[in-house]
């Protein structure tokens, strides 16, 4: 076997093992599901059949296979029998799978691949000028909203946007875009746009879309580190740039270790208790015994010892503090209960009341009727 012969078979075997992209008639995605297509398509030999830049012949025209031109002629024509079996297989969505099943002529009555594929495009990106006008519109109101946002994530989907312009025949300059993205960004980065602003269309100092790109980055990352966030993924931000509502909070802050001085639990600060308002009637006994508490915890907690450990070494006065304070807390519980139980056995009193009432008149009917 040549070199050439060994070079083909294992360029067929690669071929065999490409993985057919499907499209479910999604218009969002028929963009990046073409360009896929298309990929696949250059290495089974079918992409310029697609694009226009080679035509099949008819499927009754005659063909020499010593001929050179008429070889080109054979291998369209298995192109487009690969492009237009692969287009079956790949459009599982019933809209466009009809619309690849209805692609044939006279020419071509088993199906034309370059028919097929212009009527795709048609369908799921026109470029007419009412979709023009809504794309145009779409990039305009395209605005980064919260700075939780990537900017970059943003700034690739205007890049797609001008492109798809472009292909309408309607340009934005690198400067317009520039401009749009500057103008449309939180207040976290107004301490940056007057030094973009003055570089675009700055010959001496010019800003470009690279530059902007990069500075950006640096910028969001900075935002990040200042609001002590590490991980971006953590975000769930909603399409209006809104994020629920403490969870913001709860993602900046740090975990507080130290012990709360209001109910004595880890966790929490004083000022965030969940008891605070239940023990506001103690007040003066949270206070009392503070400066000894204080002191067990500024001692014990930057060690990591645990709640047993501290009560074991602190002091005696912190301990009968704590020991108090739980004895506040079981009474208050207790008399809450009781107070609760106080008042369901005077509503079933008031319930048999009314019921003994009701059993006299009654009584007092039946005798009359006798």
Same mark, same amino acid.
């Given at each position: 076997?040549?070199?050439?012969?060994?070079?083909?078979?294992?360029?067929?075997?690669?071929?065999?093992?490409?993985?057919?992209?499907?499209?479910?008639?999604?218009?969002?995605?028929?963009r990046m /599901?073409?360009?896929?297509?298309?990929?696949?398509?250059?290495?089974?030999?079918?992409?310029?059949?697609?694009?226009?830049?080679?035509?099949?012949?008819?499927?009754?025209?005659?063909?020499?296979?010593?001929?050179?031109?008429?070889?080109?002629?054979?291998?369209?024509?298995?192109?487009?029998?690969?492009?237009?079996?692969?287009?079956?297989?790949a459009?599982?969505?019933?809209?466009?799978?009809?619309?690849?099943?209805?692609?044939?002529?006279d020419?071509?009555?088993?199906?034309?691949?370059?028919?097929? /594929?212009e009527?795709l495009e048609?369908?799921f990106?026109?470029?007419?000028?009412a979709?023009?006008?809504?794309?145009?519109g779409?990039?305009?109101?395209?605005?980064?909203?919260?700075w939780?946002?990537?900017?970059?994530? /943003?700034?690739?989907?205007l890049?797609?946007?001008?492109?798809?312009?472009?292909k309408m025949?309607h340009?934005?300059s690198?400067?317009d875009?520039?401009?749009?993205?500057?103008h449309?960004l939180?207040k976290?980065?107004?301490?940056?746009?007057?030094?973009w602003?003055?570089?675009i269309g700055?010959?001496?100092?010019?800003?470009?879309?690279?530059?902007?790109?990069?500075?950006?980055g640096?910028?969001?990352?900075?935002?990040?580190?200042?609001?002590?966030?590490?991980?971006?993924d953590?975000?769930?931000?909603?399409?209006?740039?809104?994020?629920e509502?403490?969870?913001?909070?709860a993602?900046?802050?740090?975990?507080?270790?130290g012990?709360?001085?209001?109910?004595?639990?880890?966790?929490?600060?004083?000022?965030?208790?969940?008891?605070?308002?239940?023990?506001q009637g103690?007040?003066?006994?949270?206070?009392?015994?503070g400066?000894?508490?204080?002191k067990a915890?500024?001692?014990?907690?930057?060690?990591g010892?645990?709640?047993?450990?501290?009560?074991?070494?602190?002091?005696?006065?912190?301990?009968q503090?704590?020991?108090?304070?739980?004895?506040?807390?079981?009474?208050?519980?207790?008399?809450?209960?009781?107070?609760?139980?106080?008042?369901? /056995?005077k509503?079933?009193?008031?319930?048999?009341?009314?019921?003994?009432?009701?059993?006299?008149?009654?009584?007092?009917?039946i005798?009359?009727?006798?």
């Amino acid at each position: 076997m040549s070199v050439r012969d060994h070079q083909e078979n294992e360029m067929s075997e690669d071929v065999k093992t490409i993985r057919i992209v499907t499209f479910h008639d999604d218009k969002a995605k028929f963009r990046m /599901w073409a360009k896929k297509f298309i990929s696949a398509g250059a290495t089974r030999g079918y992409a310029d059949l697609l694009s226009g830049d080679v035509v099949a012949p008819a499927h009754d025209e005659e063909l020499d296979p010593d001929s050179e031109e008429d070889q080109m002629k054979i291998k369209a024509r298995e192109a487009n029998k690969k492009a237009y079996n692969d287009l079956i297989l790949a459009c599982e969505g019933e809209t466009s799978f009809n619309i690849v099943d209805e692609a044939y002529s006279d020419r071509l009555p088993k199906g034309d691949a370059r028919m097929a /594929w212009e009527k795709l495009e048609r369908k799921f990106m026109p470029d007419t000028s009412a979709h023009k006008v809504k794309l145009k519109g779409r990039f305009t109101q395209n605005v980064l909203k919260h700075w939780k946002k990537d900017p970059d994530d /943003w700034f690739t989907s205007l890049e797609t946007m001008r492109t798809r312009l472009y292909k309408m025949n309607h340009s934005i300059s690198d400067e317009d875009l520039m401009i749009h993205i500057v103008h449309n960004l939180p207040k976290e980065y107004d301490d940056c746009i007057m030094e973009w602003e003055r570089r675009i269309g700055n010959p001496r100092d010019p800003l470009t879309v690279d530059d902007l790109r990069d500075e950006l980055g640096l910028k969001y990352d900075m935002i990040l580190k200042r609001k002590n966030i590490r991980v971006k993924d953590e975000f769930d931000i909603s399409d209006d740039g809104s994020d629920e509502e403490g969870q913001e909070t709860a993602l900046i802050a740090k975990a507080y270790k130290g012990r709360c001085y209001n109910c004595g639990n880890f966790g929490h600060k004083k000022a965030n208790c969940p008891n605070k308002k239940k023990n506001q009637g103690t007040k003066n006994d949270n206070q009392c015994g503070g400066a000894a508490f204080q002191k067990a915890n500024a001692t014990h907690v930057a060690s990591g010892a645990t709640e047993k450990q501290i009560v074991g070494t602190t002091t005696k006065a912190t301990r009968q503090m704590l020991v108090k304070r739980l004895m506040t807390r079981t009474l208050s519980c207790s008399f809450s209960i009781v107070k609760q139980s106080r008042k369901f /056995w005077k509503n079933v009193r008031n319930t048999l009341s009314k019921r003994r009432l009701e059993m006299k008149r009654l009584m007092k009917k039946i005798a009359k009727a006798m």
